[in-house]
Structure formats: C-alpha cells, structure tokens
Nanobody, 126 residues
C-alpha cells in the first residue's frame, strides 16, 4: 500500500517561512508528477503548486506565485514546498498528492491525482 506523509507544518508569523515535505512510503510506485493542495476552514480544497517529473515543469496558483517554490525527487517520490512571505490567508491544511496515471488535464485539476496524504496544518498569525 502506498502512503504519502506530509511534514513541516506549524505556526508561523506573517512574513515568515515554512518548508513542507512529502514522502512516499509503502510499495514502490512511479508517478508522473506531484502536487500540493490546501484547504482553509469553510473553503474548498484548492490547488497550490505542482511539478511534472518528465520535464520538471512547475505550476503555481496565482496567489502563491513568487512566494512558494515546489521541488522534488522523482526517484524517491518526494516533494517539497518552500513557502516564503507567508500571509494569514495561507492558513490551511496542506495536502500533497501524486499523479499515478497520465492525463492531458492540467496539473491544477485535483481529480487527476489518485494518491493523497493526510495533510499538515499551516497556521499563519497576523
């Protein structure tokens, strides 16, 4: 069984930084890319960032562009999210996800990810 485990969440003041990590455990699997999504209280889960292993392309939500950086290691199915200049509105549970089947749909599309982690809480105080 494959599991994705996030770590690195916590409480930080506005303007601060955090680094989230996501590592795969269990049986070996090959993914086409991995992504980060987040869900704030009372809101739907939304796309944050993704990386496509084939050409290392990265994708970002407009709200985090220039502040967040995604990187990772395909061979280890690990992905990092470096978050700088955090805002209170970045407060959410952050989930990593793996895309295990090829798809022509954009990496922003949640339904293209078939493996999800349990999430890690990020709280940004003002």
């Amino acid at each position: 069984q494959v599991q994705l485990v996030e770590s690195g969440g916590g409480l930080v003041q506005a303007g601060g930084s955090l680094r989230l990590s996501c590592a795969a455990s269990g049986r070996t699997f090959s993914s086409f890319g991995m992504g980060w999504f987040r869900q704030a209280p009372g809101k739907e889960r939304e796309f944050v960032a993704a990386i496509r292993w084939g050409d290392s392309s990265t994708y970002y939500a407009d709200s985090v562009k220039g502040r967040f950086t995604i990187s990772g290691d395909k061979s280890k199915n690990t992905v990092l999210l470096r978050m700088n200049s955090l805002h209170p509105e970045d407060t959410a549970v952050y989930y990593c996800a793996a895309r295990l089947v090829p798809s022509a749909l954009p990496y922003q599309r949640q339904t293209t990810y078939s493996q999800w982690g349990q999430g890690t809480q990020v709280t940004v105080s003002s």
